[in-house]
């Protein structure tokens, strides 16, 4: 599948390749992933600890909402306030 538009403000930070980490980790086969668990990623301990899974539900929300969701984790990002686009991103991460 392509990306969609706003998967944009992620590309800048995550890859989408298998094992090639940017300042944020790979998001292929994040789907379904508990958070803070990818090998070879150094995670915040507020992610690491948050003992979520990246499921439908949970990325809904972290997507609107990162610091709201996780606080204190590292990624500089403010959320996606369009539900047409997280549920866009979301969509794409499934077929990763």
């Excluded at 390749?17 to 150094?42: C, D, H």
């Excluded at 600890?49 to 990246?54: A, R, V």
Aim: proline residues 8%; glycine residues 12%.
């Amino acid at each position: 599948a392509d990306a969609p538009p706003a998967f944009g403000m992620c590309k800048a930070c995550h890859s989408v390749e298998a094992g090639k980490n940017g300042v944020g980790p790979s998001l292929a086969g994040v789907y379904g992933r508990k958070a803070g668990t990818l090998a070879g990623f150094k995670f915040s301990d507020p992610h690491a600890k948050s003992g979520l899974t990246w499921d439908e539900p949970t990325l809904t929300k972290y997507l609107a909402d990162p610091k709201g969701v996780i606080p204190g984790n590292k990624m500089v990002f403010a959320g996606l306030k369009n539900p047409a686009d997280v549920a866009a991103v979301i969509a794409y991460l499934k077929s990763l």
